[in-house]
């Protein structure tokens, strides 16, 4: 059974400050890995996606990879109350484009 | 870029009645989608995977006579909910593969069978 696990929190931050969200996954095979952010009430939208191992910023997001110890991040820096959201990690095990998407993490920005 | 649409938004049907959602990829094609459905508080559960011009795969436990998928263009792939109960009532979300096995979501749609 092929995991994907992430602490569904919910993970509290002041505004401003970094929030850091992480994710496992159990397949060592998989290659790409995605992080989409879900608003209550709403559908996925993707943030980011990164395939090599290191860090990947855009803008005040930043994902990490780490194929040897299977894991993979976002950091959201200066973070904002529009930043509440539930942010899904998923990744790709090369079942022709399935993903396999955590349960989540919820994040909450307080002002 | 990488728009995909769904289409209704929202619908209330009685119980025994067949609803049909489409989703659509506007400014890509996609060999691909996906069907998946969210209850209240839970996580996405993939459905099923639809390919352009060949039958779709479902996932353990669906039902494939009760959740109809067709994907008869590379931009639009259907789903219809035959003889739905109020047990299927849930939000359902279709994406996209676009570029480098990036999925894109449609919004949702959200169901309730009365």
């Known amino acids: 059974q092929k995991e994907v696990e992430q602490n569904s929190g919910p993970l509290s931050v002041p505004e401003g400050a970094i929030a850091s969200l992480n994710c496992t996954y159990s397949?060592?095979?998989?290659?790409?890995f995605f992080w989409y952010r879900q608003y209550s009430g709403k559908s996925p939208e993707l943030i980011m996606f990164i395939y090599s191992n290191g860090d990947k910023e855009d803008g005040r997001f930043t994902a990490q990879l780490n194929k040897a110890s299977q894991y993979v991040s976002l950091l959201i820096r200066d973070s904002q109350p529009s930043d509440s959201a539930t942010y899904l990690c998923?990744?790709?095990?090369?079942?022709?484009?399935?993903?396999?998407f955590g349960q989540g993490t919820e994040l909450s920005v307080k002002p | 870029g990488a728009v995909v649409s769904q289409h209704p938004s929202w619908v209330i049907c009685k119980s025994g009645t067949s609803v049909k959602i489409e989703c659509r990829s506007l400014d890509f094609q996609a060999t691909t989608m996906f069907w998946y459905r969210q209850f209240p508080k839970q996580s996405l559960m993939l459905m099923a995977t639809s390919n352009e011009g060949s039958k779709a795969t479902y996932e353990q436990g669906v039902e494939k006579d009760k959740f109809l998928i067709n994907h008869a263009s590379l931009t639009l792939s259907t789903l219809t909910v035959t003889s739905a109960h109020p047990e299927d009532s849930s939000f359902y979300i279709c994406?996209?593969?676009?570029?480098?096995?990036?999925?894109?979501f449609g919004p949702g749609t959200r169901l309730t069978v009365l």
């Open positions: 397949d060592r095979g998989s290659q790409s």
């Open positions: 998923a990744v790709n095990i090369g079942q022709g484009g399935k993903l396999i």
């Open positions: 994406s996209a593969d676009g570029a480098l096995d990036t999925q894109y």
